[in-house]
């Protein structure tokens, strides 16, 4: 093992280290300090779970725009007014800091009843039992998922936990600037081109328009993991690496070839399509072709060009993608309003009104009858598009994978720093892809 | 250059050139337009539709906008002028918290004899050091274990260790520039038989504008530009600070609204503006300390 | 008049001898005065006691152990001095950070210092309009490190930015500063001494704070201009000059504003923009692992303990105190 990768590292069982008794006696005070002060403070912030009136106050968090927010606070004033009993303490803010303030609340023992997540943090919450279990309720019927497709629920699922409720679900898409290929007389990219169809096609699209034909994918994690699972490999296996430095240093040298070919704009343009948000991707800032996203996002892309946009599966056999859950509603564990807080995820995924309130917005309803209906409701021309091409792929969809484990955040952080520093040149495929194993297998360790 | 700049007094000063006068404002009129460029890229852009603002890099916008502005003070539930209000309130209270206590804790570290006063200032010192951001997670549990989290008023958190003294910046500066207050003041005062307090009223206090000002301006701004602790302390939209509001026009994973962001950006630097420009009349030319002796 | 030649050259290079200790040293604490002292001093022994030292240990507790943040204070897991053993032996990133933070402290916090005295003391004169001036100056820095800055910054250094349209007048080629590795630390350093506004108001208030009848003193005597500002201006504004040094430097090394917002967060790109700061919270919030965050904040505080106490011991021999102390 990596000598001291992480602090338990060196010792496995925990137990080790003895514990000195002035060490102790500090440990004891400090936390004695921290843990009997409440005591005090409780007098002062006096119960506000239940207030005077008899009401039921759940507190709920989540990241996102005004839109979700206004869609949101709809959906859950729905709920108080089929159930007057129950009130709701609604935060939300934009991504930026989401986490951090979550993880902060919950070290002060003070989590929201209900927090929305996604798949790079939900295993480190689960790990640590910050969610509930939600597997009793679905068992009791409290929590009805009978509509849900199987993998989507099964992505909620950690260590035989069901740590999330799928609050949308979507696809990896690659989208591409539908003007400018067909304004220039070239075939526009079809699903289920190989990934090296899709590269000598971007390399048309690059001589013939001037535009580098597509974002080089090879930092983008998610891309990554859709050819992975096409090689028959996946990003993890249970605890390890679902794959080996020889598949990296493929991946790696298959967008090499790209860059040499003049597929892919230049390695400052890259980093900057690798770092920027949805807003500014490449196809829309017209530095590029084609994008990597998720198929939901098309509208937002939308708003921000006046080219026709158009949107396909990933390259490669579109069996690789899944249902992915694009974020996840979880129950805090310590929740003291547990069973109200299931009935309310459970009432944002089944109900149909509150699904027709809450639309696409946080990705296709997970509930297949309530899906139909607000596809067929929907006017917003680029939704109904990215509806119409989800619908199709699911039809093709594989098996959903494990969620991505503890450490996956740190794993895709070092695929972009591998990767880039193979693009600017710094190093080969090959050292980059060693590099990149040697950093991940260090990450997940713990 | 710098020698003219340094003759303090009007009146012992021979009348400078006409066209050194000219030359000065146009070196630092080129200086500024240097330094002021990204602040009017940051205008231009205040006033760029969404799709422009994505694809248009120049200066200038296309099609002026305008309707940023209006979109962005009524985008949420709650109207940007209540951020404001939130931000001014916080700002000015935080200003008063560090003015006051940082000023009586200054004064005993600069002038006063008492025994560990070493280890004190010393320690004082060592809370700067550590990065900020190991303390918010402790910070938090312990406020919340004190009953100030989640309190009816959610500005408590903020507040109270701004009448604290924490901000050990502030103090220190303080102490600097007490230090360079002559000592002889004090002796004239308690010859006059001034004791500490009589000697803090009186000397040191009418001196130390200079550093009240300065403190003054940074508390504010600062506090104004704040992010972190006011994200992780504030949970209500209604209670939501500027710097926090500012956020919420871009979600990186979905919706964004850069132009209002933007347009709300360039309103929240008018208050800051204002205020330093106002607070720095203060800081007026040099103290003649003769006069105090007398 | 005591006061009018500035520094005493024979205290100069006397060290720790205090010719006035009798009278002003810690020795004798004159009666009432240590009591004084303390009610002085309470409110901020109060804020100490209660609110920042708790905060303080308990991170340094933790950074001899395995918390996550997510894990309750009562179960974190004591791992001993592992925590400082990775971060010397097996993490790359972490001695990374101290190559970049240093680079980046070394040069920006002189060039900063240097710019906001030049403006300073351009400054410093009371004229027709240069409150307007003062605060345009300052404007860059009230932007402190919003969303909007970092759109802002990003589009003045990308290739096809405002700076290289400007590089191109005189034929220059420019390069894509903020995503090339090789420049975007330099643009974050550009960044950093663009928003010199505090130094430069610490300077004026300091420039204020001169007592007239020095320069007076001096002009009497003869000397001009240079002379003046040699002799009367620099040893008066050493206070301020001293702690702006100190306070920067603090503030160089643990510079993390500019690079989360230029780098989205990440460091990026190839980490040439990882700060020491930055590298500290992307390990303790984002990757979870507060208690060796922890741990890099104490080594952390401890070397720049070690530069402040440098700084203080050195100056002794260039700062002067008007209170005729050193310390």
């Keep these: 093992m990596h000598p001291a990768t992480h602090p338990t590292a060196s010792a496995p069982d925990g137990r080790t280290y003895r514990t000195p008794l002035l060490r102790r006696r500090l440990l004891r005070g400090l936390v004695a300090a921290v843990v009997t002060l409440p005591l005090v403070g409780a007098a002062a912030a006096c119960g506000d779970d239940a207030a005077s009136d008899g009401k039921t106050t759940i507190?709920?968090?989540?990241?996102?725009?005004?839109?979700?927010?206004?869609?949101?606070?709809?959906?859950?004033?729905?709920?108080?007014?089929?159930?007057p009993d129950v009130v709701f303490e609604k935060v939300w803010q934009a991504n930026q800091g989401y986490f951090d303030k979550l993880a902060t609340l919950t070290a002060g023992g003070n989590p929201p009843d209900i927090f929305q997540i996604d798949d790079n943090f939900l295993t480190e919450y689960a790990a640590r039992n910050a969610t509930l279990d939600l597997k009793p309720y679905q068992e009791s019927g409290d929590l009805d998922t009978s509509k849900f497709p199987p993998s989507l629920l099964q992505y909620g699922v950690v260590d035989g936990k069901l740590a999330g409720l799928a609050a949308g679900e979507n696809t990896q898409g690659l989208v591409y600037n539908k003007t400018l290929v067909t304004e220039n007389g070239l075939p526009e990219p079809t699903t289920g081109m190989s990934w090296e169809e899709h590269i000598a096609w971007a390399e048309q699209v690059s001589k013939k328009t001037g535009v580098p034909g597509t974002m080089d994918a090879s930092a983008i994690d998610k891309a990554f993991w859709v050819w992975l699972r096409q090689q028959g490999k996946d990003l993890y296996s249970g605890n390890e690496l679902g794959f080996t430095v020889a598949d990296v240093t493929r991946w790696f040298e298959l967008w090499k070839d790209a860059r040499d070919r003049g597929a892919t704009p230049t390695p400052d343009v890259i980093h900057e399509g690798n770092a920027t948000d949805?807003?500014?991707?490449?196809?829309?800032?017209?530095?590029?072709?084609?994008?990597?996203?998720?198929?939901?996002?098309?509208p937002e892309l939308k708003k921000n060009t006046s080219d026709e946009l158009g949107v396909i599966a990933y390259p490669g056999d579109p069996s690789g993608q899944w249902a992915r859950a694009s974020m996840y509603w979880s129950v805090f564990r310590g929740s003291k309003n547990a069973d109200i807080a299931v009935d309310v995820i459970n009432f944002l995924a089944n109900d149909a009104d509150a699904v027709k309130l809450l639309g696409t917005d946080r990705g296709l309803p997970s509930n297949l009858d309530l899906r139909r209906v607000v596809s067929d409701d929907t006017t917003d021309e680029a939704m109904k598009q990215s509806i119409a091409v989800e619908t199709e792929l699911a039809k093709t969809f594989g098996e959903a994978p494990q969620v991505p484990i503890k450490g996956h955040s740190k794993v895709r952080a070092e695929l972009i720093k591998a990767a880039e520093n193979a693009l600017y040149g710094r190093v080969t495929p090959a050292e980059a892809a060693a590099q990149f194993v040697e950093a991940c297998t260090a990450a997940i360790a713990s | 250059m710098v020698a003219d700049t340094v003759a303090p007094n009007r009146a012992t000063r021979p009348q400078r050139p006409r066209s050194r006068s000219w030359l000065r404002l146009v070196v630092l009129l080129a200086i500024v337009a240097v330094v002021l460029y990204p602040l009017f890229w940051m205008i231009g852009?205040?006033?760029?539709?969404q799709e422009e603002i994505v694809n248009n890099i120049g200066l200038l916008p296309r099609n002026?906008?305008?309707?940023?502005?209006?979109?962005?003070?009524?985008?949420?539930?709650?109207?940007?002028?209540?951020?404001?209000?939130n931000s001014a309130m916080v700002s000015l209270l935080t200003l008063v918290g560090n003015a006051v206590s940082c000023l009586l804790a200054a004064y005993a570290f600069a002038r006063l004899r008492f025994r560990l006063r070493g280890l004190w200032f010393a320690v004082m010192i060592g809370t700067l050091l550590l990065p900020g951001h190991v303390l918010i997670v402790p910070q938090y549990i312990l406020f919340r274990s004190l009953g100030l989290v989640g309190a009816e008023w959610p500005y408590l958190p903020l507040l109270i260790p701004q009448f604290l003294a924490t901000e050990a910046f502030f103090v220190f500066l303080m102490v600097q520039f007490m230090r360079g207050i002559p000592r002889e003041l004090?002796?004239?005062?308690?010859?006059?038989?001034?004791?500490?307090?009589?000697?803090?009223?009186?000397?040191?206090?009418?001196?130390?504008?200079?550093?009240?000002?300065t403190t003054a301006i940074f508390s504010f701004i600062w506090t104004w530009n704040d992010f972190f602790r006011q994200l992780v302390f504030l949970s209500d939209l209604s209670d939501y600070t500027v710097p926090v509001a500012l956020t919420l026009f871009i979600d990186s994973t979905s919706q964004s609204a850069v132009g209002p962001m933007f347009a709300m950006a360039v309103l929240s630097l008018l208050p800051v503006f204002g205020f330093f420009v106002a607070f720095q009349r203060m800081l007026v030319e040099g103290i003649n300390t003769s006069g105090l002796k007398g | 008049m005591a006061l009018t030649t500035a520094p005493d050259p024979t205290r100069r290079g006397t060290g720790s001898v205090r010719p006035d200790a009798n009278r002003r040293g810690t020795g004798r604490i004159r009666h009432g005065e240590g009591l004084a002292g303390y009610v002085f001093l309470s409110p901020w022994l109060v804020g100490l006691m209660g609110i920042t030292a708790l905060p303080m240990l308990l991170s340094l507790y933790l950074s001899f152990t395995n918390y996550d943040i997510l894990t309750p204070l009562s179960e974190v897991e004591w791992v001993g001095l592992a925590n400082y053993e990775r971060m010397f032996t097996s993490d790359p990133s972490w001695w990374h950070s101290v190559r970049v933070t240093l680079s980046f402290a070394l040069i920006a916090v002189p060039l900063k210092l240097a710019a906001a005295l030049g403006v300073a003391l351009l400054l410093n004169r009371a004229w027709r309009g240069v409150g307007l001036f003062?605060?345009?100056?300052?404007?860059?820095?009230?932007?402190?490190?919003?969303?909007?800055?970092?759109?802002?910054?990003?589009?003045?250094?990308?290739?096809?930015?405002?700076?290289?349209?400007?590089?191109?007048?005189?034929?220059?080629?420019?390069?894509?500063?903020?995503?090339?590795?090789?420049?975007?630390?330099?643009?974050?350093?550009?960044?950093?001494?663009?928003?010199?506004?505090?130094?430069?108001?610490i300077f004026l208030a300091g420039l204020k704070q001169v007592?007239?009848?020095?320069?007076?003193?001096?002009?009497?005597?003869?000397?001009?201009?240079f002379r003046q500002f040699v002799n009367v201006t620099l040893p008066m504004l050493s206070p301020v000059i001293f702690f702006n040094l100190v306070l920067e430097t603090i503030n160089g090394f643990q510079g993390f504003t500019a690079a989360f917002v230029l780098s989205n967060g990440t460091g990026g790109p190839v980490d040439s923009t990882l700060m020491y700061t930055l590298n500290l919270y992307i390990t303790g919030f984002t990757n979870l692992e507060m208690g060796y965050a922890s741990a890099m904040a104490w080594v952390f505080l401890i070397a720049i303990a070690i530069i402040t106490v440098i700084f203080f011991s050195t100056g002794r021999f260039w700062v002067h105190y008007s209170d005729g102390e050193d310390r």
Aim: hydrophobic content about 50%; cysteine-free.
């Design chain 1, 278 to 298: 949805i807003t500014k991707q490449l196809v829309v800032t017209g530095k590029a072709a084609t994008s990597w996203v998720w198929v939901n996002q098309m």
């Design chain 3, 134 to 201: 003062r605060g345009l100056f300052y404007l860059p820095s009230l932007l402190g490190g919003s969303v909007a800055l970092a759109i802002v910054w990003v589009n003045m250094f990308n290739r096809d930015g405002a700076f290289n349209s400007f590089l191109a007048l005189f034929g220059i080629q420019g390069k894509p500063w903020v995503n090339d590795p090789d420049w975007a630390l330099e643009t974050l350093m550009v960044l950093a001494i663009w928003q010199f506004g505090a130094p430069m108001v």
């Design chain 2, 45 to 49: 852009t205040s006033v760029k539709s």
């Design chain 2, 64 to 85: 002026f906008t305008p309707g940023n502005y209006t979109d962005g003070w009524t985008n949420f539930d709650v109207s940007f002028a209540r951020f404001f209000l």
């Design chain 3, 211 to 225: 007592p007239t009848e020095l320069y007076e003193a001096a002009a009497v005597d003869g000397a001009g201009k």
């Design chain 1, 59 to 83: 507190s709920i968090f989540w990241w996102g725009g005004e839109a979700r927010a206004q869609l949101t606070e709809q959906a859950l004033d729905l709920y108080t007014q089929k159930n």
């Design chain 2, 186 to 213: 004090d002796e004239a005062a308690r010859i006059d038989g001034a004791n500490a307090f009589g000697i803090f009223r009186h000397v040191i206090l009418p001196l130390s504008r200079p550093a009240l000002v």
